[in-house]
């Protein structure tokens, strides 16, 4: 049939032949035919096009359905010869299960890798397996795979131990490895032959099949239709931007199909975009292409028929058919491996897997992806094909990394990156070197794609185009292979892998000939280089081969025989590479001190110069080597020792160091940018093992095979100072004339770093070979000279030192002998401190010091030994002695040159007019001479060998003529110089060792002498130094206590004189503290009551408050009357308390925010940063910083922390996010007549009050109305006494006040709701009180939260914040309409006194008590002002109070009293009334509910629930009432404690015993309970399936976190991205509010949201934050705070490794816990609102975080 009719009527005409379909029969007829794969193909061509790509939209379940039935079945019917199901089980009943793990890593699922046992990091297990195995007890690491990988649990050579997890231990008993073939019959053997040749043949022809229209022989189907597809393929050149536009241009889609289109071609390598006959498509494909290629190739388009897409559908569903087959029985498997590797009919490399494997770059990624899992499944799993397998590969080599070369996919999808799976496997590498010399095959292709050299045939890097740039970013591969292949050094050589080493071994040497000398420089003079020469990519191939240059050396040092060939190659290569360099320079001789040298002219400022020398850099490792096994003692014969020329060995490393000399001696200063680079990479910790360390080797070697002298003389040459030192005079310093200043200055830097390089050649003693040392040694000194700069974290440690090839420094294993741990609190980070007794090894001029290091280091050690009261000298550290290859280096200290040029520099310094010396110069000499002295020492405690002795060599004076001092002397007349004070601690120390020495010499060489008068004299100098010292402490501290006398003496008399300021501002700071302490209360009552008639009244003078502007400085009384004072704040929507979020957001025209919902889902929170400004100054600063916001946005496109158009600025202060400002009010003043109605009469007046006034309303309507019937019934409300209706009351406040009013309103509203702002909308004022309320309550929740007093622990910003929203409330009517707002009171009150006027007041169950409160308390005041009856205010606060604390007893005994527990408590009779009360009342509920309410008994247990239920609403009234009326609280409530119940209910006048409240009204109570309980609403919420709220609310916690971060990371990888069917997401979050996982960052998920598109976090964080989320990015290890859709940031996860650190994007993979504290410190942020303050920070401090795109994640 063709597929062209529609698709609905396809599947009815193919039915019924599916349906008689019989899979058994089909498998019957096989089995008899004569020519098996015609058939089989024959079956193919019929069904294959009727199940797959019938039309544009693809139906993968019911595809997968047909397949399953129409051609996997008979498959698998003739593979058993029975039913699947039976005969499949039986094979894997009868299979030993293989010990390898073999699971395949999902992209970010978590891999473990164990420090201790792994051979190498790549050898990782898969969560399952690590949790089962040993290795979790051991120092692990912990990364996210890049997907593709698999466990090697059960591979033995990948672990020094426990290669087997619990699940893949081998079964000791059937230890007996027969062949696995062996279980199964030969007809099934030859079955499964037949099946898998046939299936894995079809599906390797199609998949590699290129043509478009025809299909290969005997698959042609029988009807062919005019249906074609347009198949887009995956490119990494375009961009995701790129392809979404070019395709809504080609089949005019919508940006979401295209941009779904884009995902699964990124995705799967291919995607159809149109359907269709041929030339439909064709005109797509000619769009497409047609768009894509101004810039760049296009895309890659092709236009098939649809029976071609069919079967290569069905050729990946067949390969995945074959992995699921062969995974029931390791036999299967046997034969798909046998299948796979059988030589083809064209011979050499004609397998189906080299097919498979040479087609790689022309296959999609799709199919790449599914053919290399099969390969996992199968060939890998399986150790004899995998060495087959392995061979293949190896011969293929160079062709695939070719092909990989010209392909553009990356490397994870390409099947060169299976070398790491084979490569690793040491028994495999090995083999593979030897019988396919795998070593020179991969440095011979690395060659032959690295072409460009120069003449001398370097590599030249010089003006790479994009296309070679990306090339040599993929040969970077290669250099990958080849570390994989000499990861594990070998223990046995055979004479093959000898031969075959030393092969690859010369192939090496020819490419690192290559880089010798490479990217050369010469000094620029006169005019800045014009461009920056390209050294970057040279230093890229040096830092990817560090390694690989490393193993190398460890691979000669475990033979000798390959150790002594690759030295001797490495000379002659080093030898070949100096015959081109020596030419054409003149010889020359130098002679000093009465010796002389013949060597060439050569200067580094004119000349060539490379800082590349590899060749002689590994001669230099080899050299070491040499010394460390000693070779070089054993066999001298075999070793050409004799033939090398030392000055030819130190000539280049040499020239190296002389240029790093010059650079810092800002020579080079004109060559750029280029060359500082690259010193500082030379010596960077990155390359500096194989660069810098090996170049002083180098001059080691090259120093310990000649005269000292003749090596210091060429040294001074190349370092341009020989004419310094060698004129006859040179004592009296050069050319005394005034020299160029910048001369002078360049020849005292060279002076300082030839002397420092002359310390580190004798003194660098820490290579194993080079000194007597162990590898643990060097990384101890290593980390003892990090930490005297100062204590350092783990990471830093670990990134100042070297890793090996393993990732590893080595460093655990010897940091705690030399330092201390000390863990972190709730920010920083955990530190180690050098513990004090490895001071001693510190040496000043450590090779690898910068120089910032070194005098941050020097500062550090002296200021720790003067604490310590010791003398603050630094001495050289003893040495570890050298090895005998290297022991004559010590007598450079000797040497008549070096002696000479000390002399020289101290008799410098003793004539210092002529600044042409440095006190870093002096420093060197002095220390130079303490190595000297350190070192006989040494010498004489050892063995009384008296070859080295020093201390003669500087006692003795010059030669005549010039009869110059001796060094000894120079010292002792510095002593005594003014001007060396620093280095007089040095001087001394040297003279009194001096001094032992001499005596030391002295007792060995005579009897003992007599008390030594030298001993006593030096005493007496020591006592003298010693009383000096005390006498300057002394006056250095009467100095400090004198001047500490006068500031404060000062301090004291600036606080006398401003006296009144201090006081203020002292009470401002407090005020419920001041004025509770100062005044007693002055009402007739004594007791401190908030709320009532009887409440706490302010006097004159507490309500006066005198502010001051931050903007202007000037003060300001707070008065009614007066200019309007302000205060910053910032008001956002909030679901902090939120017991519900799952209801959606209500639609802001229509919404109606009266009633608030117990659920609490949405509220209003307003916080403040407590800064006050006149409202004049404020307005003025807004308006400059939107008229900056205005010039900014003209200039520069970028964010600012805040949204200027949202009415957002910054605090002038602080800094501190705000978006509007609160006026501040006085306190209210109030009048109280004795006589008060009670409750009932109160009620009475009250509910005329509302009738009157809704008829009065109704008048006016209905007068506008003109309708004369409805009249009749209204008249019949007259007001009550005093009422007047037409009253307008004026209005107290100023003019400026009242626009602040109406500012404040306004933004609430604007935020609340997200609307527009409109201040003549009635929602106005209820936003305010709801924000009022919603404050209060979350302040009372973090109060208990944190454990903290009601009163007087809140600072004091909240506390202003809280008094002036209180006050601004009680005074937000006054700008509203008034009827409004008596409208609203009147519907306030019909909640609680059922009234038959109004409609639609919800049930009691539906009502927020504490929100009715505030709103009932302060729209009040609008009705109160029209009634001058002598009623007071407070009467009706406390009325409110009352009927709202009884209906909320209500509401609890309704919603919150669970089943009783039988744990009967009696309380001893003390609260036996209120238990009984609360009984009464329970049963008077029971009757008006009936069955509705549990029955309860205990008395005890109510009266509990009622009490714990209503204590947050108590407190939060308190509050309230504590800064409405602003009664200071009593003591109890500053305290945590018992007491504060009563304390509470006495504040707040009500009764103890709460019920008393009922029962002394009780008919009027009775009647208000019935009407609350007669509501339908009530009924319904309590019988719903919906959880009714319980009180008290609980408070809300972010999310239980697992305390191990993998639990994390393995929850994400298993998530799937919900929109884009199965795939795995690629930034998987986590909400920590509600813990749903997102798929953030992707074009996937993206949703639209107020017409824009937002990624998945941003549009969750409207659902569930009300804008503001706390993310957990799981791969990133990272928490992300987000505001809005503009406003984010990252903040610190709670996660710790035991080093107490963080680990942002598990860069070092350390297992990662849970850390309690700073994950409630990012619960208290949520808590306290301030995640948007904390982000406004964040980003004002880092200007990078602004111009991210939020909204996208």
């Given at each position: 049939m063709?597929?062209?009719?529609?698709?609905?009527?396809?599947?009815?005409?193919?039915?019924?032949?599916?349906?008689?379909?019989?899979?058994?029969?089909?498998?019957?007829?096989w089995?008899?035919?004569?020519?098996?794969?015609?058939?089989?193909?024959?079956h193919?061509?019929?069904?294959?096009?009727?199940?797959?790509?019938?039309?544009?939209?693809l139906?993968?379940?019911?595809?997968?359905l047909?397949?399953?039935?129409?051609?996997?079945?008979?498959?698998?019917w003739?593979?058993?010869?029975?039913?699947?199901?039976?005969?499949?089980a039986?094979?894997?009943?009868?299979?030993?299960?293989?010990?390898?793990?073999?699971?395949?890593?999902?992209?970010?699922?978590?891999?473990?890798?164990?420090?201790?046992?792994?051979?190498?990091?790549?050898?990782v297990?898969?969560?399952?397996?690590?949790?089962?195995?040993?290795?979790?007890?051991?120092?692990?690491?912990?990364?996210t795979?890049?997907?593709?990988?698999f466990?090697?649990?059960?591979?033995?050579?990948?672990?020094?131990?426990?290669?087997?997890?619990?699940?893949?231990?081998?079964?000791?008993?059937?230890?007996?490895?027969?062949?696995?073939?062996?279980?199964?019959?030969?007809?099934?053997?030859?079955?499964?032959?037949?099946?898998?040749?046939?299936?894995l043949?079809?599906?390797?022809?199609?998949?590699?099949?290129?043509?478009?229209?025809?299909?290969?022989?005997?698959?042609?189907?029988?009807?062919?239709?005019?249906?074609?597809?347009?198949?887009?393929?995956?490119?990494?050149?375009?961009?995701?931007?790129?392809?979404?536009?070019?395709?809504?241009?080609?089949?005019?889609?919508?940006?979401?199909?295209?941009?779904?289109?884009a995902?699964?071609?990124?995705?799967?390598?291919?995607?159809?975009?149109?359907f269709?006959?041929?030339?439909?498509?064709?005109?797509?494909?000619?769009?497409?292409?047609?768009?894509?290629?101004?810039?760049?190739?296009?895309?890659?388009?092709?236009?098939?028929?649809?029976?071609?897409?069919?079967?290569?559908?069905?050729?990946?569903?067949?390969?995945?058919?074959?992995?699921?087959?062969?995974?029931?029985?390791?036999?299967?498997?046997?034969?798909?491996?046998?299948?796979?590797?059988?030589?083809?009919?064209?011979?050499?490399?004609?397998?189906?897997?080299?097919?498979?494997?040479?087609?790689?770059?022309?296959?999609?990624?799709?199919?790449r992806?599914?053919?290399?899992?099969?390969?996992m499944?199968?060939?890998?799993?399986d150790?004899?094909?995998?060495?087959?397998?392995?061979?293949?590969?190896?011969?293929?080599?160079?062709?695939?990394?070719?092909?990989?070369?010209?392909?553009d996919?990356?490397?994870?999808?390409?099947?060169?990156?299976?070398?790491?799976?084979?490569?690793?496997?040491?028994?495999?590498?090995?083999?593979?070197?030897?019988?396919?010399?795998?070593?020179?095959?991969i440095?011979r292709?690395?060659?032959?794609?690295?072409?460009?050299?120069d003449?001398?045939g370097?590599?030249?890097?010089?003006?790479?185009?994009?296309?070679?740039?990306?090339?040599?970013?993929?040969?970077?591969?290669?250099?990958g292979?080849?570390?994989?292949?000499?990861?594990?050094?070998?223990t046995?050589?055979?004479?093959?892998?000898?031969?075959?080493?030393?092969e690859?071994?010369?192939?090496?040497?020819?490419?690192?000939?290559?880089?010798?000398?490479?990217?050369?420089?010469?000094?620029?003079?006169?005019?800045?280089?014009?461009?920056?020469?390209?050294?970057e990519?040279?230093?890229?191939?040096?830092?990817?081969?560090?390694?690989?240059?490393?193993?190398?050396?460890?691979?000669?040092?475990?033979?000798?025989?390959?150790?002594?060939?690759?030295?001797?190659?490495?000379?002659?290569?080093?030898?070949?590479?100096?015959?081109g360099?020596?030419?054409?320079?003149?010889?020359?001789?130098?002679?000093?001190?009465?010796?002389?040298?013949?060597?060439?002219?050569?200067?580094?400022?004119?000349?060539?110069?490379?800082?590349?020398?590899?060749?002689?850099?590994?001669?230099?490792?080899?050299h070491?080597?040499?010394?460390?096994?000693e070779?070089?003692?054993?066999?001298?014969?075999?070793?050409?020792?004799?033939?090398?020329?030392?000055?030819?060995?130190?000539?280049?490393?040499?020239?190296?160091?002389?240029?790093?000399?010059?650079?810092?001696?800002?020579?080079?200063?004109?060559n750029?940018?280029?060359?500082?680079?690259?010193?500082?990479?030379?010596?960077?910790?990155?390359?500096?093992?194989?660069?810098?360390d090996?170049?002083l080797?180098?001059?080691?070697?090259?120093?310990?095979?000649?005269?000292?002298?003749?090596?210091l003389?060429i040294?001074?040459?190349?370092?341009?100072?020989?004419?310094?030192?060698?004129?006859?005079?040179?004592?009296?310093?050069?050319?005394r004339?005034?020299?160029?200043?910048?001369?002078?200055?360049?020849?005292?830097?060279?002076?300082?770093?030839?002397?420092?390089?002359?310390?580190?050649?004798?003194?660098?003693?820490?290579?194993?070979?080079?000194?007597?040392?162990?590898?643990?040694?060097?990384i101890?000194?290593?980390?003892?000279?990090?930490?005297?700069?100062?204590?350092?974290?783990?990471?830093?440690?670990?990134?100042?030192?070297?890793?090996?090839?393993?990732?590893?420094?080595?460093?655990?294993?010897v940091?705690?002998?030399?330092?201390?741990?000390?863990?972190?609190?709730?920010?920083?980070?955990?530190?180690?401190?050098?513990?004090?007794?490895?001071?001693?090894?510190?040496?000043?001029?450590?090779?690898?010091?910068?120089?910032?290091?070194q005098?941050?280091?020097?500062?550090?050690?002296?200021?720790?030994?003067?604490?310590?009261?010791?003398?603050?000298?630094?001495?050289?550290?003893?040495?570890?002695?050298?090895?005998?290859?290297?022991?004559?280096?010590?007598?450079?200290l000797?040497?008549?040159?070096?002696?000479?040029?000390?002399?020289?520099?101290?008799?410098?310094?003793?004539?210092?007019?002529?600044g042409?010396?440095?006190?870093?110069?002096?420093?060197?000499?002095?220390?130079?001479?303490?190595?000297?002295?350190?070192?006989?020492?040494?010498?004489?405690?050892e063995?009384?060998?008296?070859?080295?002795?020093?201390?003669?060599?500087?006692?003795?004076?010059?030669?005549?003529?010039?009869?110059?001092?001796?060094?000894?002397?120079?010292?002792?007349?510095?002593?005594?110089?003014?001007?060396?004070?620093?280095?007089?601690?040095?001087?001394?120390?040297?003279?009194?060792t001096?001094?032992?020495?001499?005596?030391?010499?002295?007792?060995?060489?005579?009897?003992?002498p007599?008390?030594?008068?030298g001993?006593?004299?030096?005493?007496?100098?020591r006592?003298?130094?010693?009383?000096?010292?005390?006498?300057?402490?002394?006056?250095?501290?009467?100095?400090?206590?004198?001047?500490?006398?006068?500031m404060?003496?000062?301090?004291?008399?600036?606080?006398?004189?401003?006296k009144?300021?201090?006081?203020?501002s002292?009470?401002?700071?407090?005020?419920?503290?001041?004025?509770?302490?100062?005044?007693?209360?002055?009402?007739?009552?004594?007791?401190?009551?908030?709320?009532?008639?009887?409440?706490?009244?302010?006097?004159?003078?507490?309500?006066?408050?005198v502010?001051?502007c931050?903007?202007?400085?000037?003060?300001?009384?707070?008065?009614?009357d007066?200019?309007?004072?302000?205060?910053?704040?910032?008001?956002?929507?909030?679901?902090?308390?939120?017991?519900?979020?799952?209801?959606?957001?209500?639609?802001?025209?229509?919404?109606?925010?009266?009633?608030?919902?117990?659920?609490?889902?949405?509220?209003?929170?307003?916080?403040?940063?407590g800064?006050?400004?006149?409202?004049?100054?404020?307005?003025?600063?807004?308006?400059?910083?939107?008229?900056?916001?205005?010039?900014?946005?003209?200039?520069?496109?970028?964010?600012?922390?805040?949204?200027v158009?949202?009415?957002?600025?910054?605090?002038?202060?602080?800094?501190?996010?705000?978006?509007?400002?609160?006026?501040?009010?006085?306190?209210?003043?109030?009048?109280?007549?004795?006589?008060?109605?009670?409750?009932?009469?109160?009620?009475?007046?009250?509910?005329?009050q509302?009738?009157?006034?809704?008829?009065?309303?109704?008048?006016?309507?209905?007068?506008?109305?003109?309708?004369?019937?409805?009249?009749?019934?209204?008249?019949?409300?007259?007001?009550?006494?005093?009422?007047?209706?037409?009253?307008?009351?004026?209005?107290p406040?100023?003019?400026?006040?009242?626009?602040?009013?109406?500012?404040?309103?306004?933004?609430?509203?604007?935020?609340?709701?997200?609307?527009?702002?409109?201040?003549?909308?009635?929602?106005?004022?209820?936003?305010?009180?709801?924000?009022?309320?919603?404050?209060?309550?979350?302040?009372?929740?973090?109060?208990?939260?944190?454990?903290?007093?009601?009163?007087?622990?809140?600072?004091?910003?909240?506390?202003?914040?809280?008094?002036?929203?209180?006050?601004?409330?009680?005074?937000?009517?006054?700008?509203?309409?008034?009827t409004?707002?008596?409208?609203?009171?009147i519907?306030?009150?019909?909640?609680?006194?059922?009234?038959?006027?109004?409609?639609?007041?919800?049930?009691?169950?539906?009502?927020?008590?504490?929100?009715?409160?505030?709103?009932?308390?302060?729209?009040?005041?609008?009705?109160?002002?029209?009634?001058s009856s002598?009623?007071?205010?407070?009467?009706?606060?406390?009325?409110?109070?009352?009927?709202?604390?009884?209906?909320?007893?209500?509401?609890?005994?309704?919603?919150?009293?669970?089943?009783?527990?039988?744990?009967?408590?009696?309380?001893?009779?003390a609260?036996r009334?209120?238990?009984?009360?609360?009984?009464?009342?329970?049963?008077?509920?029971?009757?008006?509910?009936?069955?509705?309410?549990?029955?309860?008994?205990?008395?005890?247990?109510?009266?509990?629930?009622?009490?714990?239920?209503?204590?947050?609403?108590?407190?939060?009234?308190?509050?309230?009432?504590?800064?409405?009326?602003?009664?200071?609280?009593?003591?109890?409530?500053?305290?945590l404690?018992?007491?504060?119940?009563?304390?509470?209910?006495?504040?707040?006048?009500?009764?103890?015993?709460l019920?008393?409240?009922?029962?002394?009204?009780?008919?009027?109570m009775?009647?208000?309970?019935?009407?609350?309980?007669?509501?339908?609403?009530?009924?319904?919420?309590?019988?719903?399936?919906?959880?009714?709220?319980?009180?008290?609310?609980?408070?809300?916690?972010?999310i239980?976190?697992?305390?191990?971060?993998?639990?994390?990371?393995?929850?994400?990888?298993?998530?799937?991205?919900?929109?884009s069917?199965?795939?795995k997401s690629?930034?998987?979050?986590?909400?920590?509010?509600?813990?749903?996982?997102?798929?953030?960052?992707?074009?996937?998920?993206?949703?639209?949201?107020?017409?824009?598109?937002?990624?998945?976090?941003?549009?969750?964080?409207?659902?569930?934050?009300?804008?503001?989320?706390i993310f957990?990015?799981?791969?990133?290890?990272?928490?992300?705070?987000?505001?809005?859709?503009?406003?984010?940031?990252?903040?610190?996860?709670?996660?710790?490794?035991?080093?107490?650190?963080?680990?942002?994007?598990?860069?070092?993979?350390?297992?990662?816990?849970?850390?309690?504290?700073?994950?409630?410190?990012?619960?208290?942020?949520?808590?306290?609102?301030?995640?948007?303050?904390?982000?406004?920070?964040?980003?004002?401090?880092?200007?990078?975080?602004?111009?991210?795109?939020?909204?996208?994640?």
């Amino acid at each position: 049939m063709a597929a062209a009719e529609t698709d609905r009527d396809a599947p009815s005409a193919l039915c019924s032949e599916f349906l008689n379909f019989s899979a058994k029969d089909a498998a019957a007829k096989w089995l008899l035919a004569s020519n098996l794969p015609k058939e089989v193909y024959q079956h193919l061509a019929c069904y294959v096009p009727k199940i797959y790509c019938l039309g544009p939209n693809l139906n993968p379940q019911n595809e997968d359905l047909l397949a399953q039935l129409l051609l996997q079945s008979p498959l698998e019917w003739y593979l058993c010869g029975e039913e699947p199901s039976v005969g499949l089980a039986k094979l894997e009943q009868n299979n030993q299960p293989s010990q390898l793990c073999g699971h395949v890593f999902k992209v970010g699922e978590p891999t473990y890798s164990c420090r201790e046992c792994a051979a190498d990091p790549t050898c990782v297990l898969c969560m399952q397996c690590f949790l089962g195995s040993v290795h979790k007890e051991h120092r692990y690491r912990m990364t996210t795979s890049g997907g593709g990988g698999f466990c090697d649990c059960g591979d033995t050579e990948a672990w020094k131990k426990g290669p087997y997890c619990q699940k893949h231990e081998p079964n000791i008993s059937d230890s007996s490895q027969k062949d696995p073939l062996a279980n199964l019959s030969d007809e099934m053997i030859a079955r499964t032959y037949n099946v898998f040749s046939i299936i894995l043949k079809y599906a390797v022809d199609m998949l590699t099949w290129d043509k478009e229209d025809e299909l290969p022989e005997g698959l042609e189907p029988p009807v062919r239709g005019d249906t074609y597809y347009c198949m887009l393929f995956n490119d990494e050149v375009h961009t995701y931007e790129q392809v979404i536009y070019t395709l809504q241009k080609a089949v005019n889609c919508t940006q979401k199909e295209a941009v779904s289109f884009a995902t699964t071609v990124d995705r799967d390598g291919r995607k159809s975009v149109r359907f269709g006959d041929f030339q439909f498509c064709e005109q797509a494909k000619s769009v497409i292409v047609r768009n894509t290629s101004r810039q760049t190739k296009p895309l890659r388009v092709q236009v098939m028929h649809s029976s071609i897409v069919a079967h290569q559908c069905f050729a990946l569903k067949a390969l995945t058919w074959l992995g699921q087959i062969i995974r029931y029985s390791d036999a299967l498997r046997r034969i798909l491996c046998q299948v796979g590797l059988q030589r083809g009919p064209e011979g050499e490399n004609s397998s189906l897997v080299d097919t498979l494997m040479l087609c790689d770059s022309k296959m999609w990624k799709g199919a790449r992806n599914v053919y290399h899992q099969l390969f996992m499944s199968s060939l890998l799993m399986d150790p004899k094909y995998k060495k087959l397998f392995a061979i293949q590969f190896a011969k293929n080599y160079r062709r695939l990394q070719t092909d990989f070369m010209e392909d553009d996919h990356e490397r994870v999808v390409s099947v060169t990156s299976l070398s790491v799976q084979l490569f690793t496997a040491p028994t495999v590498a090995r083999m593979l070197i030897t019988e396919e010399n795998l070593m020179t095959t991969i440095i011979r292709t690395f060659m032959d794609h690295l072409r460009h050299r120069d003449l001398q045939g370097r590599f030249q890097f010089e003006r790479y185009t994009a296309q070679q740039a990306f090339k040599f970013r993929r040969v970077q591969s290669l250099i990958g292979d080849l570390k994989y292949v000499l990861i594990s050094r070998p223990t046995e050589w055979t004479d093959q892998l000898r031969e075959k080493y030393l092969e690859g071994f010369d192939a090496f040497l020819e490419l690192l000939k290559c880089m010798q000398g490479m990217d050369p420089v010469v000094r620029q003079v006169g005019q800045h280089i014009e461009m920056e020469p390209e050294w970057e990519a040279a230093f890229t191939l040096q830092m990817k081969l560090t390694h690989i240059i490393s193993m190398m050396q460890e691979w000669c040092a475990s033979d000798e025989r390959v150790l002594i060939e690759a030295y001797k190659k490495c000379l002659s290569a080093l030898t070949h590479c100096h015959s081109g360099f020596t030419d054409g320079e003149q010889p020359i001789t130098l002679s000093m001190c009465g010796h002389s040298v013949d060597t060439i002219r050569y200067c580094v400022s004119q000349e060539k110069v490379s800082i590349h020398l590899p060749v002689s850099r590994l001669l230099a490792g080899l050299h070491a080597l040499l010394s460390k096994i000693e070779v070089a003692y054993r066999f001298p014969e075999q070793l050409p020792l004799s033939e090398l020329s030392p000055p030819m060995l130190i000539e280049h490393p040499l020239r190296c160091l002389v240029l790093c000399a010059q650079v810092h001696a800002g020579m080079w200063r004109r060559n750029g940018f280029s060359l500082v680079n690259q010193i500082y990479y030379y010596h960077n910790v990155k390359c500096r093992v194989e660069m810098f360390d090996k170049d002083l080797i180098m001059l080691q070697a090259g120093a310990s095979m000649m005269d000292p002298n003749h090596f210091l003389m060429i040294m001074l040459s190349r370092f341009e100072l020989y004419h310094i030192f060698s004129s006859a005079d040179c004592r009296k310093r050069y050319s005394r004339e005034n020299a160029n200043k910048d001369v002078v200055q360049q020849n005292n830097t060279l002076i300082e770093e030839m002397l420092h390089l002359v310390i580190m050649i004798v003194g660098e003693r820490y290579t194993a070979g080079v000194g007597q040392v162990e590898c643990s040694d060097e990384i101890r000194r290593e980390i003892v000279h990090q930490l005297c700069i100062r204590p350092m974290a783990h990471s830093e440690l670990v990134k100042a030192l070297p890793e090996n090839e393993n990732k590893e420094t080595g460093m655990e294993r010897v940091i705690d002998s030399v330092a201390l741990f000390k863990k972190p609190g709730v920010t920083g980070r955990g530190l180690y401190k050098l513990r004090p007794e490895s001071a001693k090894m510190f040496n000043l001029y450590f090779h690898h010091y910068s120089r910032a290091d070194q005098s941050k280091a020097e500062e550090a050690q002296r200021k720790i030994k003067r604490q310590n009261g010791e003398d603050s000298v630094l001495p050289p550290p003893v040495l570890p002695r050298f090895c005998p290859l290297f022991a004559s280096l010590v007598n450079i200290l000797q040497c008549d040159v070096l002696l000479g040029i000390l002399g020289a520099v101290l008799q410098w310094a003793i004539e210092p007019s002529g600044g042409h010396w440095s006190e870093s110069m002096l420093q060197r000499v002095l220390h130079l001479i303490g190595m000297g002295l350190v070192e006989e020492q040494q010498h004489l405690a050892e063995d009384n060998d008296t070859n080295f002795n020093f201390t003669l060599k500087i006692s003795r004076p010059g030669e005549t003529p010039a009869n110059t001092p001796s060094i000894l002397a120079l010292l002792e007349t510095l002593q005594n110089a003014p001007h060396l004070e620093v280095h007089k601690d040095m001087i001394r120390w040297i003279l009194k060792t001096v001094a032992n020495i001499k005596t030391t010499r002295e007792c060995t060489a005579s009897a003992p002498p007599s008390d030594s008068s030298g001993h006593s004299q030096e005493e007496t100098v020591r006592d003298k130094d010693k009383a000096e010292r005390k006498r300057k402490a002394e006056m250095a501290r009467l100095r400090r206590e004198k001047i500490m006398a006068q500031m404060s003496e000062m301090q004291r008399h600036f606080i006398n004189e401003n006296k009144e300021l201090f006081q203020q501002s002292l009470e401002e700071l407090d005020p419920s503290t001041s004025s509770s302490l100062e005044h007693s209360p002055s009402s007739c009552d004594s007791s401190l009551v908030c709320v009532g008639p009887r409440r706490w009244r302010a006097g004159g003078s507490e309500r006066r408050q005198v502010v001051t502007c931050i903007l202007c400085q000037e003060e300001q009384e707070i008065r009614s009357d007066g200019k309007a004072m302000v205060l910053a704040a910032f008001v956002q929507r909030s679901t902090v308390m939120s017991k519900n979020r799952k209801r959606p957001p209500h639609n802001p025209d229509k919404y109606d925010p009266l009633f608030m919902h117990p659920d609490l889902s949405f509220g209003t929170h307003t916080g403040s940063c407590g800064h006050i400004m006149h409202s004049h100054c404020w307005q003025r600063y807004f308006e400059a910083v939107q008229a900056k916001e205005q010039r900014r946005q003209q200039r520069l496109r970028v964010h600012t922390s805040y949204d200027v158009e949202n009415g957002e600025f910054l605090c002038p202060l602080c800094e501190c996010l705000s978006n509007t400002v609160i006026p501040l009010l006085p306190l209210t003043k109030t009048s109280c007549s004795s006589e008060q109605p009670d409750l009932s009469l109160w009620l009475n007046i009250t509910s005329q009050q509302s009738k009157a006034m809704l008829s009065a309303q109704r008048k006016t309507k209905a007068a506008g109305a003109e309708g004369v019937d409805e009249m009749d019934g209204v008249n019949d409300c007259p007001p009550p006494d005093g009422f007047k209706l037409d009253y307008t009351p004026k209005n107290p406040y100023s003019s400026t006040i009242k626009e602040m009013l109406t500012t404040f309103g306004t933004a609430t509203y604007k935020v609340g709701l997200k609307v527009h702002p409109n201040e003549q909308d009635p929602r106005v004022p209820i936003m305010c009180w709801g924000s009022c309320a919603y404050t209060i309550q979350s302040i009372e929740r973090l109060l208990v939260d944190e454990e903290k007093p009601l009163f007087g622990s809140l600072p004091c910003r909240q506390d202003d914040c809280l008094s002036s929203l209180t006050r601004f409330g009680s005074a937000c009517w006054s700008v509203s309409s008034h009827t409004t707002v008596q409208n609203h009171f009147i519907r306030l009150l019909s909640a609680l006194v059922p009234d038959p006027w109004v409609e639609n007041t919800p049930c009691i169950l539906d009502v927020d008590m504490f929100h009715l409160l505030v709103s009932l308390v302060l729209s009040h005041p609008a009705v109160f002002c029209l009634d001058s009856s002598g009623l007071s205010a407070d009467t009706a606060q406390l009325h409110f109070l009352h009927l709202v604390t009884v209906a909320h007893i209500v509401q609890i005994l309704l919603t919150s009293v669970p089943e009783e527990v039988q744990m009967e408590q009696e309380s001893g009779g003390a609260e036996r009334e209120e238990e009984e009360k609360v009984c009464m009342l329970y049963n008077t509920l029971r009757t008006h509910l009936g069955s509705s309410l549990c029955e309860v008994s205990s008395g005890w247990h109510l009266w509990r629930c009622v009490k714990t239920g209503i204590l947050p609403y108590l407190r939060a009234a308190a509050l309230f009432f504590h800064y409405l009326n602003g009664a200071p609280p009593p003591p109890e409530l500053h305290t945590l404690g018992l007491g504060e119940w009563e304390a509470l209910c006495g504040y707040l006048c009500l009764p103890s015993n709460l019920l008393q409240l009922f029962y002394s009204n009780q008919e009027l109570m009775e009647s208000l309970l019935h009407g609350w309980c007669s509501h339908p609403g009530v009924l319904q919420g309590l019988q719903s399936s919906v959880a009714v709220i319980r009180f008290p609310r609980e408070s809300n916690h972010l999310i239980e976190l697992p305390s191990d971060y993998s639990a994390l990371i393995n929850q994400a990888s298993s998530f799937t991205c919900p929109k884009s069917g199965g795939d795995k997401s690629r930034a998987p979050t986590l909400c920590l509010v509600c813990g749903a996982m997102l798929c953030s960052q992707s074009y996937c998920c993206q949703t639209e949201l107020e017409g824009e598109d937002v990624g998945a976090c941003t549009a969750h964080t409207f659902a569930c934050g009300a804008g503001v989320g706390i993310f957990l990015r799981v791969r990133e290890s990272q928490v992300l705070f987000l505001a809005g859709k503009t406003k984010g940031c990252f903040y610190a996860p709670p996660y710790l490794d035991d080093y107490g650190e963080t680990d942002q994007g598990l860069r070092r993979g350390n297992p990662l816990h849970l850390c309690q504290e700073r994950y409630r410190k990012i619960q208290k942020l949520w808590r306290q609102h301030s995640i948007t303050e904390e982000i406004g920070h964040a980003q004002e401090a880092n200007q990078t975080l602004v111009g991210i795109d939020w909204q996208h994640l």
